[in-house]
Structures are given as structure tokens and as C-alpha cells.
């Protein structure tokens, strides 16, 4: 969704360097997640938020750490950045208010290349 | 922690066959949802299920949600090129710290 805005869209990085991946969003919802993709393994949650002084561990928090600045924008640091980390980085949002429950409205998407 | 398993990993059809995916839970969910991540883009909310039992219809696409509410099939008819795609299911056991676990997917290719 258009609503949902990651950048970069493409970072390429070296072994040990710090890096930040931001997410803003216009959905005006609460929860914001990050989520992981590698081949074959799915979506893997990293952290999510739900609201701005809620932050939680997700199944693979080790070595990120991320940040809710407001209601709209959650951006995740990799603090030293390792070639394993290479994967799609998305950030995701949802209502828990509406009908259908915590659907979530992924971004575009952000490439993470680490050599 | 809850898992959600999917099979298969893959799945390669001719233009016209139908298709199957299957998503169990290790435990009781509240709901279940679906997704389809074309390639290259990013996952698109398909539907969500929340009764035991229920079946809802999308044109070509059908999904049910089991009797025991551990359990999920999204099943499409006669494919078309443009179902090609990943197709996950999500689900939720409810609660205070309400999120989803996704399963790993199932790959689409049609063949023309």
C-alpha cells in the first residue's frame, strides 16, 4: 500500500556498519510491525509496537533494535550490520479497531544487502 | 510458541489445474488469514477467517477454516498466470499481545 512507505528501498552495506531502515505510514493505525523475509523461511517477526511507548520482541529481535518515534513512523537499526542479515525487510501496520482484526498493510518492502 | 505450518513449499501447475495449499497450527487459533505476495511486491491481505468451520468464496479462490480451528486450506480453481505468486496464512491465538504467525508459504507458478 501506497500508505505504508519504506526507505531505502535498496541499501547495500558492508560487514560492522550501522544502518537504519525507516517506515512511515498515513493509515493513522497503532501497531506497527517489522518482519524479516529469507527464501523458504517466510516471514519472520523482528519487533513490533502497539502504540508509541509499547516496543516488543518478536521471534528474531537479536541484533536490532528499533525505534517508534510517533504514531506513524517505527524504524529499525542494525547496529553492526553482518552478511547473514541480507534478507527483504518490511514493515507492516494494523488496527487492532476494525473488523478484521490486526490485518496487516505491508510496505514495499526494503532490500538489505550486507557483504 | 504457537507454529504454523504450511505445505507444500511449492507448487507448479499447468494453466488451468487447481491448486491447494494447507496450514496447520500447533495450537487453537482465534483466526487465520491470508495472504498473496506477488513476485517482487510485497504481501496483500486475501481474507480472514474466524469461525470454526467457515468456508468463504473469492471468484475462483475458496478457503476453510477446520472444525477444530487449527487448520486452513485456500484452494483455487482453474488457475490463471496471474495467480502465480506466494500464498501464506497467518494466524492469531487472540489475547492481550494479539499478533500473527505466518506460515512459510506456498510458491505458485502457472504454466501457460
Not at chain 1, 500500500?1 to 493509515?27: F, H, W, Y
Not at chain 2, 483466526?31 to 510485497?42: A, M, S
Not at chain 2, 492481550?96 to 501457460?112: A, D, E, I, Q, R
Amino acid at each position: 500500500d501506497a500508505d505504508v512507505t519504506q526507505t531505502p528501498r535498496n541499501r547495500i552495506t558492508k560487514t560492522g556498519k550501522r544502518i537504519m531502515l525507516e517506515c512511515s505510514q498515513t493509515k493513522g493505525h497503532d501497531r506497527m510491525y517489522w518482519y524479516r523475509q529469507d527464501p523458504g523461511l517466510g516471514l519472520r517477526l523482528i519487533y513490533y509496537s502497539f502504540d508509541v511507548k509499547d516496543i516488543n520482541k518478536g521471534e528474531i529481535s537479536d541484533g536490532y533494535s528499533v525505534s517508534r518515534q510517533a504514531q506513524a513512523k517505527f524504524s529499525l537499526s542494525l547496529e553492526s550490520a553482518i552478511p547473514n542479515q541480507t534478507a527483504l525487510y518490511f514493515c507492516a501496520t494494523s488496527d487492532a479497531g476494525t473488523g478484521f482484526r490486526d490485518t496487516q498493510y505491508f510496505g514495499p518492502g526494503t532490500r538489505l544487502t550486507v557483504l | 510458541g504457537q507454529q504454523v505450518m504450511q505445505i507444500p513449499q511449492y507448487q507448479h501447475v499447468q494453466e488451468g489445474e487447481d491448486f491447494t495449499t494447507y496450514c496447520n497450527s500447533s495450537t487453537t487459533l482465534s483466526n487465520i488469514q491470508w495472504y498473496k505476495q506477488r513476485p517482487g511486491g510485497h504481501p496483500v491481505f486475501l481474507i480472514q477467517l474466524v469461525k470454526s468451520g467457515e468456508v468463504k468464496k473469492q471468484k475462483r479462490l475458496t478457503f476453510q477454516f477446520g472444525e477444530a480451528k487449527k487448520n486452513s486450506s485456500l484452494h483455487i480453481t482453474a488457475t490463471q498466470t496471474t495467480d502465480v505468486g506466494t500464498y501464506f496464512c497467518a494466524g492469531s491465538n487472540g489475547g492481550s499481545n494479539y499478533k500473527l504467525t505466518f506460515g512459510k508459504g506456498t510458491l505458485l507458478t502457472v504454466n501457460p
